[in-house]
């Protein structure tokens, strides 16, 4: 049986490994950095938890919900904000500038939903532990096993959808090169758009899965939002794939090296738990730049089977 | 004439010119706003110098960032860096020298609240009977604010030098986050989650409503020296390779200009300028809680300031702070009249509105209420006699 610490870190992890796929696919395909992430990750615990509280049942049946909620906070931000200056052909800055407008509104609003609660529903909305709410299976939280196969069947589905679906294929040629995407045809906005909600859709469904580990509160996703740059900067920004495992990766340095450090060294590192992320993005930008999508890992595995004891004949090319 | 100064109704007729471009009348709904706001006030005297004191400060802070990304051009998303440096550095060294020259506790134990609480209120004491102590202490406080600035602007620099856009802004930001959790967890640095008192250099004054009057005097003409100063800079040939470095980096190299040090140039005046923010907030406040340097008020905040009186635009950005100040204040301030009215604290409706209002302006206004102008170099005076000469070969060719 695994300590809970670990269960709950790789619960952790695969949550912060979707919001930093979220975050490379909307920066891949419109150059968008897109700092409302952090607020579509809170928004996306909010359906979740108010729904279980008004309507009962498991949390987790409100998490396709909550994935839909964020689907449709990024159509909103792709349409009224993103697609105007994408037309415009507006700088990376000028895009990051639109979108920390909207994540301060998008916060704006999920405070003003938190009084409402508060003083309408009589519920108390910014302190949650959703971690009271688990089923257990196996005497392991729920949560654990949903966080891991959503890690797995993620980056499987994305693969199928971007190989074996048309769509997908016109999404790679858009992201690749969006002018010639554009003259055999490819309608470029449509490719954005899915980019958004699925980018929002991932970003409000890790949220609901984070709060299962951490304490729900309006800032959630601002506490962590670090952890998700972090995870899709160590994938390499232009890997979906990469970021799903830079993602998990900090997630799990974050939250069970903190918990080894803190064991060795003492109680007071787990203040510093914010570090670890920051520690990693750095070595990260300073050893391989463009992430881990960016090694060579056909050298690599090349040269791990060189090193060991060759099994078959050796063919020149 | 060249050396004449223009006369009373010459400099009448250009203020009326001005006052009928957008930047006048940016300027009129400004200071009416400004009066009104005052003018109601239960307290005018107080809502006066508070607004100023809140303008000041954030003035400093937005001109620096405005120096870094307007004028440079680079994605500067964790300002709050800078700001943290000023604001520990002055929380933290010259209150422990201090206490240290009057034999108090000054070590890591200046931190611990149960320690703090007793040696400040001594130390102000005896600044309070020591003026000209107090301003030394004072100018060498924001010195070395400006020098811990300088520093952390030179060390976010070094990734400046292989990082652009989005990795560079990210990483700026990461940055400012984890000063501030180092400051919130380390309870020697700066109190951690109970924060410091602050030495106050203007207890001397006696206290009450003259101290604040004179701390906001010298908030005022910091902001307005930190204006000349930028401005300076600005018309200068480093500012003209700091906008050659944002229009065009390639063009820059190719005259011969070395990017990674217009970078760091840009980065340290700008975070030193930052910090003396920081420096002045904290003497300002009398205290240092690093919580309160979150990168929403110190890094989002300047960059909505800046998009809305115009990036690169130094006169925009003091009307963007000045009209977002005093419209933030009335929302805080006047929120009571909106209770019986929203079902929720009106008090949200200042980031929702500030969020939606950062949002109109990239999408519909995205070089700001008063735009930025190409800089003239020379006296404009002197231009105009060259125009002039100019007009009168043209017209002597053309006949």
């Known amino acids: 049986m695994l300590p809970p610490v670990v269960i709950?870190?790789?619960?952790?992890?695969?949550?912060?490994?979707?919001?930093?796929c979220g975050i490379t696919i909307i920066y891949m395909s419109t150059r968008t950095f897109n700092f409302a992430h952090a607020t579509m990750a809170t928004w996306g615990f909010y359906i979740t938890y108010v729904c279980y509280m008004l309507y009962g049942g498991t949390p987790y049946q409100y998490f396709p919900l909550s994935f839909l909620f964020g689907a449709m906070l990024g159509v909103i931000c792709y349409f009224g904000i993103n697609r105007p200056l994408l037309r415009r052909e507006a700088s990376p800055i000028t895009l990051m500038m639109s979108t920390m407008g909207y994540d301060i509104a998008l916060l704006a609003t999920i405070q003003i939903f938190c009084d409402y609660l508060t003083y309408k529903l009589r519920l108390y909305p910014r302190r949650v532990i959703m971690s009271t709410y688990e089923t257990m299976v196996w005497g392991v939280p729920a949560s654990f096993f949903?966080?891991?196969?959503?890690?797995?069947?993620?980056?499987?589905?994305?693969?199928?959808?971007?190989?074996?679906?048309?769509?997908?294929?016109?999404?790679?040629?858009?992201?690749?090169?969006?002018?010639?995407?554009?003259?055999?045809?490819?309608?470029?906005?449509?490719?954005?758009?899915?980019?958004?909600i699925i980018g929002g859709g991932l970003a409000s469904l890790g949220g609901a899965i984070v709060s299962m580990t951490i304490t729900g509160t309006p800032v959630m996703g601002n506490m962590i939002v670090v952890t998700m740059f972090a995870g899709s900067i160590l994938g390499g920004l232009y890997s979906a794939y990469g970021s799903?495992?830079?993602?998990?990766?900090?997630?799990?340095?974050e939250y069970v090296g903190t918990w080894l450090l803190a064991s060795y060294w003492g109680g007071w590192l787990l203040g510093y738990r914010m570090v670890i992320p920051l520690i990693i993005m750095a070595g990260s930008l300073l050893v391989f730049p463009r992430g881990l999508a960016g090694l060579p890992w056909g050298a690599l595995l090349a040269a791990l089977k060189g090193a060991l004891p060759s099994r078959g004949k050796e063919v020149s090319p | 004439m060249s050396g004449q100064l223009p006369g009373a109704k010459e400099l009448w007729e250009r203020f009326m010119a001005t006052m009928k471009t957008r930047a006048g009348l940016v300027c009129i709904a400004t200071v009416l706003l400004f009066g009104v706001t005052t003018g109601v006030a239960r307290d005018p005297m107080a809502t006066f110098l508070s607004i100023l004191a809140r303008f000041s400060i954030f003035f400093i802070i937005t001109l620096s960032l405005n120096l870094e990304t307007g004028h440079t051009g680079i994605p500067q998303f964790g300002r709050v860096l800078a700001v943290i440096a000023g604001a520990y550095a002055v929380a933290a060294i010259p209150g422990r020298i201090l206490a240290a020259a009057m034999g108090l506790p000054c070590g890591l134990r200046y931190g611990d609240d149960t320690v703090n609480y007793k040696v400040v209120p001594r130390?102000?004491?005896m600044l309070a009977a020591n003026p000209a102590l107090s301003i030394g202490v004072f100018v060498f406080s924001l010195a070395l604010a400006a020098a811990c600035g300088a520093a952390v602007g030179w060390l976010c620099s070094r990734p400046a030098i292989r990082l652009r856009e989005a990795y560079l802004g990210i990483s700026l930001l990461a940055f400012?986050?984890?000063?501030?959790?180092?400051?919130?967890?380390?309870?020697?640095?700066?109190?951690?989650?109970?924060?410091?008192?602050?030495?106050?250099?203007?207890?001397?004054?006696?206290?009450?409503?003259?101290?604040h009057v004179i701390v906001v005097s010298i908030l005022v003409v910091m902001a307005i020296g930190s204006l000349i100063f930028v401005e300076m800079i600005t018309r200068s040939p480093l500012g003209r390779t700091f906008k050659m470095h944002r229009d065009c980096e390639l063009a820059a190299c190719v005259y011969g200009r070395d990017i990674v040090k217009v970078r760091t140039r840009s980065l340290m005046i700008g975070s030193a300028l930052a910090a003396i923010g920081g420096g002045l907030y904290v003497f300002y406040t009398h205290t240092c809680k690093a919580i309160t340097f979150d990168r929403a008020t110190w890094t989002f905040w300047p960059w909505a300031y800046m998009m809305l009186g115009g990036i690169g635009s130094n006169i925009g950005v003091l009307f963007g702070v000045m009209l977002?100040?005093?419209?933030?204040?009335?929302?805080?301030?006047?929120?009571?009249?909106?209770?019986?009215v929203v079902p929720f604290d009106p008090i949200w409706l200042d980031p929702l509105l500030g969020g939606i209002m950062l949002v109109l302006i990239v999408l519909f206004l995205p070089y700001g209420l008063v735009p930025e102008k190409p800089v003239s170099t020379l006296p404009r005076r002197q231009i105009e006699e060259m125009l002039k000469k100019v007009r009168a070969r043209s017209g002597k060719s053309g006949s």
């Open chain 1, 8 to 20: 709950s870190g790789i619960t952790y992890a695969g949550a912060i490994a979707l919001m930093a």
């Open chain 1, 146 to 196: 949903i966080s891991l196969i959503l890690a797995i069947a993620i980056p499987v589905a994305l693969h199928a959808f971007l190989t074996m679906t048309k769509f997908g294929v016109a999404m790679r040629a858009t992201i690749e090169n969006p002018t010639l995407a554009n003259i055999i045809g490819i309608d470029a906005e449509k490719v954005y758009l899915a980019s958004w």
């Open chain 1, 244 to 253: 799903l495992l830079g993602g998990f990766v900090v997630g799990i340095a």
């Open chain 2, 123 to 125: 130390v102000n004491e």
């Open chain 2, 176 to 211: 400012g986050d984890v000063m501030m959790w180092i400051g919130h967890n380390w309870e020697p640095l700066v109190g951690g989650s109970t924060g410091v008192f602050v030495p106050d250099p203007f207890a001397f004054t006696g206290g009450g409503r003259l101290e």
């Open chain 2, 324 to 340: 977002y100040t005093v419209i933030r204040y009335n929302i805080v301030v006047r929120r009571h009249f909106l209770e019986k």
